[in-house]
Every structure is written in C-alpha cells, then in structure tokens.
C-alpha cells in the first residue's frame, strides 16, 4: 500500500514537472503562429491559421542569418579550445594531486565557481576594451577560461577513474607524456568530452551577459542579443519576438533531446574518485 501512495506521489511530481517545462514550450509555439489581434482575444487558445510568415519576417528584422553565424562561430570555436585546452590542464593536475602545488591549483580553479559574475564585470569590460579584445576572438577567450573552474572539477574527477597502468604501459613502449595523453587519455576522456561539450555549447550558445557587454559592434551580435529588436519604448511585437525565439532555441533543444544521456552517464562517471 505504502508503495503504490510513493508511486502516485511520484507520478504526480512528474506530471508536474513536465507543465513547467511543455507549458511555457506550448505558449512560445502558439503565440509565434498567431497574429497580434488573436494572441490579444486569445492568449492560451491555439491558432486558427498558422502563419508561418512571422519566422519570415523574424528572419529579415534581426539579420538571422548572420547571427545565426556569429553564435555558430564563437559557440564551435569556444567549445572545441575548450575540450582540448581544459582536458589538459585537469590531467596535469589529476595525476599529480599528492603534490601541494597542484592541489591548490586545483582549489583555485574550483572557487572560480563560487565568484557571481557582476562583480567580474566592469573590470572585464574595460581590459577587454583596453586589449583590442572587445570582438568575437576576445569573447571565446573568455568562454574558455570561464568554463575552467567547473569543467576541471568533472574532468579530474573522471581522469582519477583511469587506471595509471595504461599510461605505466605506454610509457614503457617508449611514449613520452605528450604521446600518453593524446594516444591514451584523451581518447578515454569521450564520455566526459560529450558532457562537458553539450553543457558549454548549451550555455554559450544562450549566453546573453556576456556577448552584450564585448561585443561592440552590431555585425558580431549573437542571437541572444538580436533579439532586443523586438522591444520598443511602448510596445513590443510578441509574434514576431516569440518566432525569433523558437528559432534560436530549436539547434539546442534537438542537440539536447539526442545527447542528453551522454551528459546524465558523464556527470556520473565524473563522481567516480
């Protein structure tokens, strides 16, 4: 009895869980299919027409395409330095973590995660500026040395799961340490890859803080941030601004909906010490 009562509880906790999550999806879909006139009489009813012009007209306001390219750009860029960049550093300090100089290194990195952005903020703006680095290379840069703190802490921990024996082993066919980590480690470390390029591609690809206070000029915006065209001193055109949404929302969500087992099964493994 007692264990059908925690099965209704948990079926209903799912249950509602799931209209906080398909609720806001379903409003986004109907209020971009709609005209002004029926989301005003209608908010929560489906559309009558669908009208697809909305994407159209979405599309020529905010330059889609070449925001489309600038997110792909700084989001493959900055994923792919950060994988090869971040993985190196979590070995280094993975295997050699009984010396103190590494294990503080490690502590370092990891209370990275506990410093709020705003306070980084203006200090960040105005080096940048000062640098030349107020551009797209400046803001993949930055999303490298950002993901540091959290994506070292996933990645150590996975690293330590690997049986030294294996590099032991390379080292005795004569592989140098550069050899073992790029033959060896960095093949072993795929499930963690997949975890920690899904997450930073999920993040950098919504970022919106960041992009708004680099990037100067009008023609590196991201899609996050063309998306302030919609909004006027009086009004703001939902239709239009909930398409545009949909838009930049859908590349994430279809590459979470396939890859979201690997990020689950790499957090995990990540645990293991």
């Not at 059908?4 to 971009?32: C, D, E, H, M």
């Not at 330059?63 to 390219?69: E, K, L, Q």
């Not at 919504?206 to 899609?223: E, G, Q, V």
Request: proline share 5%.
């Amino acid at each position: 009895m007692k264990l059908n009562k925690i099965n209704w509880v948990i079926t209903f906790l799912i249950f509602t869980g799931s209209l906080f999550i398909l609720f806001p999806l379903y409003l986004t879909i109907i209020t971009a299919l709609k005209t002004p006139q029926e989301l005003a009489n209608f908010p929560l009813a489906p559309p009558r027409i669908l009208h697809f012009e909305n994407f159209i007209k979405a599309i020529k306001m905010t330059d889609f395409f070449i925001a489309i390219r600038n997110s792909l750009l700084i989001t493959i860029s900055s994923v792919s330095m950060t994988i090869l960049t971040n993985s190196m550093v979590a070995y280094a300090i993975a295997r050699n973590m009984h010396k103190k100089f590494y294990k503080a290194l490690y502590f370092y990195f990891i209370s990275a995660m506990f410093i709020p952005f705003p306070i980084i903020m203006l200090p960040i703006v105005k080096e940048t500026s000062a640098m030349g680095l107020d551009n797209q290379l400046g803001i993949i840069l930055l999303y490298i040395v950002y993901g540091l703190a959290f994506n070292i802490f996933v990645y150590v921990g996975y690293v330590k799961s690997i049986p030294r024996s294996l590099e032991e082993a390379a080292i005795i066919d004569g592989a140098s340490t550069w050899a073992v980590f790029w033959k060896v480690i960095f093949p072993l470390l795929t499930p963690m890859h997949a975890t920690v390029g899904i997450l930073s591609s999920l993040w950098i690809w919504n970022d919106f803080m960041l992009p708004l206070i680099i990037l100067s000029r009008h023609s590196m915006m991201t899609l996050p941030l063309v998306q302030f065209v919609f909004q006027s001193k009086f009004s703001t055109n939902y239709n239009l601004a909930f398409a545009s949404y949909l838009m930049a929302l859908a590349p994430m969500i279809i590459i979470f909906l396939f890859a979201q087992r690997w990020i689950i099964s790499g957090v995990t493994r990540g645990a293991v010490k």
